[in-house]
């Protein structure tokens, strides 16, 4: 499977205009001044970049300009169930890596004693403690900043490193750093899990194995008018079908994407290259 360098999602091959066409729109190149030093370090290395011509720039300004919005659309686009119920439960630590607003780490609370959450754009944290907070686990999920590459986490901290439509092979967005980082903080016998994969082949050279869920799966917006409304921004060449559709619910091959129904899995050995325990 090949794709775009934007976490978990193929961009829809048939968009006339390219890429994430309406969500480059919404932002400006003056708009990079948002990031801080870490993060502009990361995502424009050269100092500079135009969220007109580049899509990942534009999904990084979305997450700290407009939050809300990208939560609503991270909430419709659901996980799989099989993605979840596969992941180990009943363990003592789990990190989760690009937390965003808590699509994935609302479902692993109920899966380790301890859950640390690493995300770092301070807007989606903030939604993400607060969501937490209104669910009465404030308390059981550790929301902290950090990049895939430089994990504030010791060697050996989790049973579960998880990262879900986050990570990619670009070394802004994981890469072979960040991949490292995440089998440094997870334990022997452990498990390291890449949510909703697109580089497939580039994790099974490093060790990857790769499970998928069937079933039809659809995008579940609120209401009919949210559909349209975010279809036009995330799914613009798939907004005149869904109008036509007239449904709240929109088949992920109608707007286009890969659904988050797979992962990629490695379970660390005991040894350093040697089996898994
Ligand atoms: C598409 S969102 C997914 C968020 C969440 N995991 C979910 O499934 O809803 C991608 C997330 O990766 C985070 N991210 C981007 N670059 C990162 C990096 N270098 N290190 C850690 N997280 C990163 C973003 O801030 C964002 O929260």
Redesign the pocket.
């Known amino acids: 499977m090949t794709g775009p360098e ?4 193929l961009i829809p091959a048939k968009d006339p205009n390219g890429p994430g066409r309406e969500l480059r729109r919404r932002y400006v190149p003056g708009d990079v001044g948002v990031f801080t030093r870490d993060e502009a370090r ?2 424009v290395p050269r100092g500079d970049g135009d969220p007109h011509h580049d899509v990942v720039l534009a ?2 300004l979305l ?1 700290r300009l407009e939050p809300e919005l ?1 939560d609503r659309l ?1 909430t419709a686009e659901r ?1 799989h169930p099989g993605v979840v119920d596969w992941l180990p439960r009943g363990v003592d630590r789990i990190a ?10 609302m479902q692993l609370i109920d899966r380790g004693q301890h859950v640390v959450a ?4 301070l807007p ?1 944290r903030r939604i993400l403690r607060r969501k937490l907070v209104a669910a009465g686990h404030g308390d059981r999920v550790r929301v902290i900043r ?4 430089q994990l504030p986490l010791p060697d050996d901290f989790a049973d579960l490193v998880v ?4 990570f990619t092979p670009v070394p ?3 890469g072979q750093t ?1 991949l490292a980082e995440m089998e440094r903080v997870c334990r022997p016998g452990g498990c390291v899990a890449i ?2 994969p697109n580089h497939l082949d580039w994790l099974a050279a490093r060790g990857y194995r790769y499970v998928s869920f069937p079933g039809p799966m659809s995008v579940e917006f609120g209401s009919y008018a949210e559909a349209v409304e975010l279809s036009e921004i995330f799914y613009p060449q798939a907004a005149g079908e869904v109008r036509r559709r007239g449904c709240r619910r929109v088949p992920f091959e109608v707007a286009g994407l890969n659904p988050p129904r797979d992962l990629a899995f490695k379970i660390m050995p005991c040894q350093p290259g040697g089996t898994p325990c």
């Open positions: 934007v976490p978990g999602r990361r995502f999904w990084e997450y990208y991270a996980l989760e890596v690009g937390a965003g607003t808590g699509r994935l780490t690493v995300e770092p754009a989606l950090g990049f895939f590459d990262a879900c439509s986050a802004g967005h994981g960040g949510i909703w």
